[in-house]
C-alpha cells in the first residue's frame, strides 16, 4: 500500500507553549485506539486524542478560542506514578489499564470535548502490561502475572457511568493450572467463553487454556477451566507446533 498521502498536520497557530507538542512526541506509544471520532494514544501517564473527525492533526487550530472539536490530552491523577498501558472503548467510556491501575474517561451525558473531558481513577488492579484486555458482554477480562502462573480477572459493568468497578479472580481456584502469565485473550460470548494463549517461555506454545461459565442474573452459577493441546490433534510428535494468535 501506498500511505505517502497520508501525513501528519503541523502546528499552523501558537507555539510551544500556547500549542504544545503531545505528549507521545519522542516517547513510547503503549497503545493506539479510536473513541468518539477521535484517534487516540497512551503515552507514559497521558491519553492523546486527535482533533475529531481528523485523525491526523493533534495541535489546535486556534490558540483565541477552544473548540469543542479541537485535540484533548489529560494525564492520570494518583498518588503513584502509572504508566497506561491498554485502552478500551467500553459503553460511552473509555476504560484505561495502567500497572496497576485503572481510569475511566468519559464525558457523561455530553459529547466529548476539552471542556467536558473527565478523567477518574475507578480500581486498582494489577494488569499484564504485555496482554491486551478483552470485552465480552458486560465483562472486561484482563489479564495478570499470579508469580510464574498466569492469572485472569473478569471486570464486571453493569453501570456504565459507575465509578467504583470490582473485579473478581477467575484464577483463585486454579493458582497453579496455567502454567506461563497469558500474552493473549479472546472471548466469545455467545458461547460464554474466554481462551487464553500463554507466553512460550523457552520453547514453543501449544496450549490454549479456556474458561467456560454460565450466568443466571447476576450470579455465576457454573465455571470450569479446561486445556486445549495443539499436538494432540494429528500433529507428529517431530513436529514443532506454534499457536502464535488467537
Given at each position: 500500500?501506498?500511505?505517502?498521502?497520508?501525513?501528519?498536520?503541523?502546528?499552523?497557530?501558537?507555539?510551544?507553549?500556547?500549542?504544545?507538542?503531545?505528549?507521545?512526541?519522542?516517547?513510547?506509544?503503549?497503545?493506539?485506539?479510536?473513541?468518539?471520532?477521535?484517534?487516540?494514544?497512551?503515552?507514559?501517564?497521558?491519553?492523546?486524542?486527535?482533533?475529531?473527525?481528523?485523525?491526523?492533526?493533534?495541535?489546535?487550530?486556534?490558540?483565541?478560542?477552544?473548540?469543542?472539536?479541537?485535540?484533548?490530552?489529560?494525564?492520570?491523577?494518583?498518588?503513584?506514578?502509572?504508566?497506561?498501558?491498554?485502552?478500551?472503548?467500553?459503553?460511552?467510556?473509555?476504560?484505561?489499564?495502567?500497572?496497576?491501575?485503572?481510569?475511566?474517561?468519559?464525558?457523561?451525558?455530553?459529547?466529548?470535548?476539552?471542556?467536558?473531558?473527565?478523567?477518574?481513577?475507578?480500581?486498582?488492579?494489577?494488569?499484564?502490561?504485555?496482554?491486551?484486555?478483552?470485552?465480552?458482554?458486560?465483562?472486561?477480562?484482563?489479564?495478570?502475572?499470579?508469580?510464574?502462573?498466569?492469572?485472569?480477572?473478569?471486570?464486571?459493568?453493569?453501570?456504565?457511568?459507575?465509578?467504583?468497578?470490582?473485579?473478581?479472580?477467575?484464577?483463585d481456584s486454579v493458582p497453579s493450572y496455567i502454567e506461563n502469565p497469558f500474552r493473549a485473550i479472546a472471548t466469545m460470548p455467545q458461547e460464554?467463553?474466554?481462551?487464553?494463549?500463554?507466553?512460550?517461555?523457552?520453547?514453543?506454545?501449544?496450549?490454549?487454556?479456556?474458561?467456560?461459565?454460565?450466568?443466571?442474573?447476576?450470579?455465576?452459577?457454573?465455571?470450569?477451566w479446561f486445556k486445549f493441546t495443539l499436538s494432540s490433534f494429528g500433529a507428529a510428535a517431530a513436529d514443532t507446533q506454534q499457536i502464535i494468535?488467537?
Amino acid at each position: 500500500p501506498d500511505y505517502s498521502s497520508f501525513e501528519w498536520e503541523e502546528r499552523k497557530a501558537g507555539d510551544d507553549v500556547t500549542n504544545p507538542l503531545p505528549n507521545f512526541i519522542g516517547n513510547p506509544i503503549n497503545d493506539i485506539f479510536f473513541y468518539e471520532n477521535r484517534l487516540g494514544m497512551l503515552s507514559g501517564e497521558s491519553v492523546t486524542l486527535s482533533e475529531s473527525g481528523q485523525f491526523f492533526n493533534f495541535f489546535r487550530t486556534t490558540v483565541i478560542d477552544l473548540l469543542d472539536t479541537a485535540p484533548i490530552e489529560v494525564v492520570g491523577s494518583s498518588n503513584s506514578v502509572n504508566t497506561l498501558r491498554h485502552a478500551l472503548p467500553f459503553n460511552s467510556n473509555l476504560l484505561l489499564f495502567g500497572d496497576n491501575t485503572q481510569f475511566m474517561l468519559g464525558s457523561g451525558q455530553e459529547g466529548l470535548a476539552p471542556r467536558t473531558v473527565a478523567m477518574s481513577q475507578v480500581s486498582n488492579y494489577e494488569c499484564d502490561s504485555d496482554c491486551a484486555p478483552m470485552i465480552g458482554g458486560t465483562s472486561v477480562f484482563f489479564a495478570y502475572p499470579r508469580g510464574s502462573y498466569g492469572g485472569l480477572q473478569d471486570m464486571v459493568i453493569r453501570d456504565p457511568e459507575s465509578r467504583d468497578l470490582q473485579a473478581f479472580d477467575l484464577t483463585d481456584s486454579v493458582p497453579s493450572y496455567i502454567e506461563n502469565p497469558f500474552r493473549a485473550i479472546a472471548t466469545m460470548p455467545q458461547e460464554n467463553l474466554v481462551i487464553g494463549l500463554p507466553k512460550a517461555e523457552g520453547g514453543d506454545m501449544q496450549d490454549l487454556y479456556l474458561y467456560k461459565y454460565l450466568d443466571r442474573g447476576n450470579e455465576r452459577i457454573q465455571s470450569a477451566w479446561f486445556k486445549f493441546t495443539l499436538s494432540s490433534f494429528g500433529a507428529a510428535a517431530a513436529d514443532t507446533q506454534q499457536i502464535i494468535g488467537i
